[in-house]
Every structure is written in C-alpha cells, then in structure tokens.
C-alpha cells in the first residue's frame, strides 16, 4: 500500500496550490481518503475528505469555501485545490486512507488514528 502526496510548496498569501495523493496496493473505490495537515506544535488536524462511492465530502470550517477535493478514480488519485491560502494554512499536509463502513459524511472526520493507510507528508508554507 502506498500513498504519496505532491504539490506542495511555498506560496504568498491568497494564492493556490494544488495537492495530489496518488493512491496504489489497495481497492482505491472502496476507501475515503482525507487529507489532514499538522503545524509544529499542534496536533494533526482533519482538513477535508472523499469517499467517491458514496459520493460525500467533508471540509473543516477552517477551510470550507477555499479549499476543494476531488477525486479522479481512474488514476486513483485524490487533489486538495487550496484557494485564498493563509499563513495559517502552514503545515505539513498528508493523506490518508480509511476501507472501514463509517460513512464519511460532510457533517464530521474520522480522526486520524482511525485511519489505515498514510502518505509521507508535503510541506505548505503560506508567506505574509
């Protein structure tokens, strides 16, 4: 099982970046994958979700109507388009892959012991 995340990267503020999770090893439609993000001294925070099957979403208030996921099944691959960047969005974004029943809903996210798979991390760094 693998996961590797790209796209991260130093950038002003306001502007984008986009995030890819490339997925391989296991039945990419049957998982959701998440994205979460930690900053030195903080604890690991869950930014946003996709479970493609199901069709559901979620995004923190953090990040809600900046950042968008997407999923592109045939590549098996997972992108967080992140808009209006912070310096607060500064943090070490992973992905991760959760195969359980939990339904991944907009309304909540597994936190991120709950989830089986990670990737290695890439860095964001938002400049003001």
């Known amino acids: 099982v693998q996961l590797v995340e790209s796209g991260g990267g130093l950038v002003q503020a306001g502007g984008s970046l986009r995030l890819s999770c490339a997925a391989s090893g296991f039945t990419f439609d049957d998982y959701a994958i998440g994205w979460f993000r930690q900053a030195p001294g903080k604890e690991r925070e869950g930014v946003s979700s996709i479970h493609s099957n199901v069709g559901s979403t979620y995004y923190a208030d953090s990040v809600k109507g900046r950042f968008t996921i997407s999923s592109d099944n045939a590549k098996n691959t997972v992108y967080l388009q992140m808009s209006s960047l912070k310096p607060e969005d500064t943090a070490v974004y992973y992905c991760?892959?959760?195969?359980?029943?939990?339904?991944?809903?907009?309304?909540?996210?597994?936190?991120?012991?709950?989830?089986?798979?990670w990737g290695q991390g890439t860095q964001v760094t938002v400049s003001s």
């Open positions: 991760a892959a959760e195969g359980s029943s939990w339904p991944h809903n907009e309304s909540a996210i597994l936190p991120a012991y709950e989830w089986d798979y």
